[in-house]
């Protein structure tokens, strides 16, 4: 399971039982759950009494640690001997493993439920606008005096049945790459239909 060093790290500061003691980690593993998988969840799932002594900053690299791997192990529909392995890599003692997979198992239907509710399929583009800006300076205030491009790509989801617009900005430079790699993905397509 490839997760990155950020993720890992926080995992591991979790697995370190100075920095989180037995109940801390029960509550924090049980509050990860709970705000992937309950929609009310607010951040007051960590406000416990007993995670108090923990620096908020921590507390909350843990949590998103132990989040992102709920969730890319709901996604790859890793069993308790794939959960324990990356656990063991991570210096989880016994104890935290069998915790961990335990409450895993138990929220395991309810994660697939919400990670297959998110949908399957990439949206379709239906139109594509642009214009033009010229920038002046930068939020740091650098003289830039570049022409700039907005981009704003209309497009369709197909699970969902929404027309959302996503919009980005681009220099010249991005924007010709973008060009060339639409058509280089065109002419792949043209080529794959007459097979």
Known sequence: MELSEYVQKGFQRLADPCSFDSKAFTLLLRAAFQSLLDAQADEAVLDHPDLKHIDP???KHCHAAAATYILEAGKQRADKSTLSTFLEDCKFDRERIELFCTEYQSN???LEILLGSIGRSLPHITDVSWRLEYQIKTNQLHKMHKPAYLVTLNVENTDSHSQP???FSC???QLQ?????LKDAS???ERATQL
């Open 165 to 167: 617009e996503i919009s």
């Open 171 to 173: 220099t010249m430079e």
């Open 177 to 181: 790459d973008l060009v060339g790699k």
């Open 57 to 59: 900053v921590v507390l």
């Open 187 to 189: 002419k792949s397509l």
């Open 108 to 110: 395991k239907n309810s």
